[in-house]
Nanobody, 124 residues
C-alpha cells in the first residue's frame, strides 16, 4: 500500500512556474512507476508525465514536453513536477499516482494508488 499526498498547487499568471510535490509513504521498494495526471472540469483525467522509479526514465505528454519536468528524490520519498512557462490551458486539478505492477504506466487504469490532488490555476 502506498499513500500519496500532493502539495504545491496555486494560482499563477501565464508564463509563470510552479513546483508540485508528492510525498509517498513508501517509495523505491513498492513502486514500479509514478506519474502526474491532471483533470480539468468536465474533462477526463489525462497523463502529464511518468517516471519509472528503478531506471528513472521519464515520459511526457506532448502538451507539456519542454515545459514540465518530473523527478524523484528517493531519500525524501518525494516525487516532483516542475512546471515552467505555464499556460491557461494547464489549469486543472493535478494528481500524483503510483503503481507497483507495471509494465504499462500510461493511462489512469495502469495506476493503483492516487493522491487527493492539488489545484493549479493559470490566468492569462
Amino acid at each position: 500500500q502506498v499513500q500519496l499526498v500532493e502539495s504545491g498547487g496555486g494560482s499563477v499568471q501565464a508564463g509563470g512556474s510552479l513546483r508540485l510535490s508528492c510525498a509517498a509513504s513508501s517509495y523505491s521498494y513498492s513502486t514500479y512507476c509514478m506519474g502526474w495526471f491532471r483533470q480539468a472540469p468536465g474533462r477526463e483525467r489525462v497523463r502529464v508525465a511518468t517516471i519509472y522509479t528503478g531506471e528513472r526514465t521519464t515520459d511526457y505528454a506532448n502538451s507539456v514536453k519542454g515545459r514540465f519536468t518530473i523527478s524523484q528524490d528517493n531519500a525524501k520519498n518525494t516525487l516532483y513536477l516542475q512546471m515552467n512557462s505555464l499556460k491557461p490551458e494547464d489549469t486543472a486539478m493535478y494528481y500524483c499516482a503510483a503503481d507497483s505492477r507495471g509494465p504499462w504506466c500510461l493511462s489512469p487504469a495502469d495506476f493503483a494508488y492516487w493522491g487527493q490532488g492539488t489545484q493549479v490555476t493559470v490566468s492569462s
